[in-house]
């Protein structure tokens, strides 16, 4: 009787476990999904959103439409696309231009005013992988379209280049951007890239959906986000922990000035502060008091041109 009842128990452990198990590894689909899939916007919706942003560009922003143009090109199989425009006066100064997590290139165009329009430069915008007019099936959050970034950086230089002046490129990141020009900097980039603005970038994709989870689910990290980032391993080649743009800037030789909003909670301030000490000289860190998340340029336009400018004069221009 007594072994009868032990062997009913432990089917019904066993039963348990084998639902528990279920139970998370249907979250760990679910939270993959929910993070990484692709959000589509029309050209229209992501103008839209602009004007709703930043509605201080929209004159130039209205100008520039018909004189934007469109490039492609071929990466790991994917279709990536990027709208351009040239400087009023020929120059090679370039900015290629990122935009963060389900945004679009149209996005980026308030900091592409800033440096069409103020700074005289050229301007490049792609839509990362999965985003925009580019195909792709899942969001890399920085670690895979850092390579991309790089393709981006050739297509600028073959398009904005003299014989007698060499290329020179800023990469400037928002966001989701911000943590792939990080991630980029760790690597051997093109002697054409002179330095790197990131604004409110993210440690790890681990710690920004750790956080995210915590705030919008109330979840702890054990054990959905190491069974989902198991999962993105083993569907993506890659893991929340290795997309970590703290480590990258370790490795970054290039300029950097670092800018984050001082009231950013999506993002959260303090992830700029390991990153900073992390990153070699030189380097530089404003903070944009009082805002959110990706709001510094619109909160503070001229203090955000004042940063950024001084930071070119030292560091981009020699």
Known sequence: ???????????????LVAIAMLVVIAASCYMLHYALAPLRRTADEAYSRLAERSPEVMPWVEQAKSLLRDTV?????????????????????????????????????????????????????PDLSAHGES???HIGMGWHERHEVERWVEVATSLWHADSVPPRV?????????????????DSLPESVRCIVEDCGYTSAWDEFAGQ?????????????????????????????????????ARCQLPMPFIHGGSDT????????????????????????????????????????RVLRAFLDKHFYN
């Open 213 to 249: 989870m915590h705030e919008q689910f109330g979840l702890s990290e054990f054990p959905l986000m190491y069974t989902t980032s198991a999962l993105c391993r083993l569907r993506y080649d890659w893991s929340f922990g290795e997309a970590s743009p703290l480590q990258q800037v």
């Open 135 to 137: 195909e792709g099936d």
């Open 73 to 125: 090109i071929d990466y790991d199989g994917e279709r990536l696309h990027a709208i351009y425009l040239p400087a009023d006066t020929p120059t090679t100064r370039t900015a290629v231009l990122v935009h963060g997590y389900k945004d679009c290139a149209i996005s980026m165009l308030h900091i592409g005013w800033l440096y069409h329009q103020r700074l005289g430069f050229n301007i490049l915008l």
């Open 266 to 305: 999506l993002a959260p301030t303090a992830m700029v502060h390991p990153r900073y000490a992390a990153k070699p000289e030189p380097k530089q860190l404003w903070i944009a008091p009082g805002s959110a998340h990706a709001r510094s340029f619109t909160d503070h336009p001229q203090d955000y041109e």
């Open 1 to 15: 009787m007594k072994r009868s009842t032990s062997r009913r128990c432990l089917r019904w452990v066993e039963a």
């Open 170 to 186: 800023v990469l400037h990141g928002i966001s989701m951007g911000a943590a792939t020009v990080m991630a980029a900097s760790g």
